[in-house]
């Protein structure tokens, strides 16, 4: 029965480990390079976010945004982000035809430091590989599909791993690296070190996934547990959500509707009567501020600093200069906080460097998973074969853990439609060996 049992779990794995680790290893590399997003910002592309710092006041925000404005004429200006120390530049994105460009600028003499568009922007290349969003909404819920295949890779890897009074491959490695043991037990370790990571980063990823962290938000918020409703109540709002105009609001309010002005004929107090007034409200530095769109639009701020307990949202009236909605971090529902959390600390921002190190070290280990793995499916694969390993004879066995799977197929559910076409891919090759060996019963 342990041997039966054992040999089940282990094609699980093997499915598993097939289908996650080509994008597990792509998560991996993006994942290590954006832990470091802000370091590399100031060294790689120090020319254009570092500036000297002056004794002469930095230009106005009106000012700045007329200048990139004047830098792009084919584009109407969207957001600016304000410094968040004084050695920044300020960044104004710019909407035309050809898309979205961020302008660079010295905000204490008005140079133009860089002009590129923002899905071509280094940090904003590697987020969107990351999540897969430049292959397309179908290959954004592959997020989800690996999430949930993670789940069932890290339990089965525990269950391989489980001392069964072996001297090794649970906290040590036998041989060397030109045995197949030496990579099986180095891939136990590894995992058993690792999993716990492995689990963190597949749940804090979840979030973002197009169906399974859709229906979270919509459920928490219908539980008052997301989305703080009580403080739009009474303000006039628009069907935008604050995603779409301000790529800083964090998860819990990307879906947000934004406010709206009353229509009126009154003038708009202008960028810099906002800007001083989201600052006076204590808005945290380096936030950024979405600008007025038609006579009805507000201006829109959100900060999302590495302390998360910081973050905020401020929208105003573009007429009166009215506070309309203002978010603060502990406004926000239980699970959206939690949420928060542990976004913050997937992405390396909420304990600093032990933060980011320690995630690193998880992406590094799911590196070495994946090579030790494919080493050793190489040194064990029959010529001219994949190698699965082989169902065991007792159908008691296969029937229970492939249940087991398909149990945690319900909880997430584009995983669940994975498992079950590779059930039934299972079933028609075998029903296809089967006919080939004996053609005449068939």
């Not at 969207?78 to 530049?89: E, G, N, Q, V």
């Not at 600390?345 to 998880?362: C, D, S, Y």
């Not at 229970?400 to 498992?419: D, E, R």
Request: net charge positive.
């Amino acid at each position: 029965m342990r041997d039966a049992l054992h040999r089940a779990v282990w094609r699980w794995h093997f499915y598993a480990g097939l289908l996650c680790l080509p994008f597990l290893i792509l998560l991996s590399v993006t994942g290590s390079v954006y832990l470091f997003k802000d370091e590399i910002n100031r060294t790689l592309f120090s020319y254009r976010t570092v500036v000297a710092v002056r004794a002469t006041p930095p230009l106005s925000p009106e000012r700045l945004v007329f200048i990139a404005a004047e830098a792009v004429p084919d584009a109407a200006p969207k957001t600016y982000a304000s410094p968040d120390a004084p050695d920044r530049a300020a960044v104004v994105t710019m909407a035309g035809p050809q898309g979205r460009t961020l302008v660079y600028l010295d905000p204490y003499d008005g140079a133009v430091l860089d002009r590129v568009g923002r899905d071509a922007e280094a940090m904003m290349v590697v987020r969107r590989l990351h999540s897969l969003a430049y292959f397309g909404p179908v290959a954004n819920a592959l997020i989800e599909v690996v999430a949930g295949f993670t789940v069932i890779l890290v339990l089965s890897g525990v269950y391989l791993w489980w001392p069964r009074g072996q001297g090794g491959g649970v906290v040590s490695v036998r041989g060397t690296p030109r045995r197949r043991l030496w990579w099986r037990d180095l891939h136990a370790v590894t995992g058993f070190v690792a999993g716990a990571g492995l689990l963190f980063l597949a749940a804090t990823g979840l979030p973002w996934s197009i169906l399974w962290g859709d229906q979270v938000r919509a459920i928490s918020n219908r539980a008052g547990l997301g989305q703080p409703d009580a403080l739009w109540a009474g303000v006039p709002v628009s069907a935008v959500p604050m995603g779409e105009v301000l790529d800083t609001t964090g998860w819990a309010l990307e879906d947000a509707p934004l406010p709206r002005s009353p229509a009126q004929d009154g003038v708009p107090i202008g960028i810099d009567r906002a800007i001083e007034i989201v600052t006076g409200l204590g808005m945290p530095a380096g936030y950024e501020l979405a600008l007025p769109e038609g006579p009805t639009g507000v201006y829109a701020a959100a900060a999302y600093p590495r302390d998360v307990t910081r973050q905020r949202m401020i929208t105003l009236d573009q007429y009166s200069g009215k506070p309309l909605v203002d978010v603060r971090f502990r406004d926000i529902g239980l699970v959206g906080r939690g949420i928060q959390y542990g976004i913050g600390l997937h992405k390396g921002e909420f304990a600093g460097r032990v933060n980011q190190l320690l995630m690193l070290a998880f992406c590094l280990a799911t590196l070495l998973l994946a090579v030790s793995a494919a080493v050793m499916w190489w040194k064990r694969r029959p010529a001219g074969r994949l190698g699965v390993p082989p169902w065991p004879g007792d159908r008691r066995v296969v029937a229970g853990v492939t249940g087991f799977v398909v149990a945690l197929g319900i909880v997430f559910p584009l995983t669940g439609l994975a498992i079950l076409a590779m059930i039934v891919l299972d079933a028609a090759i075998a029903g296809l060996r089967r006919t080939l060996r004996h053609p005449a019963a068939a």
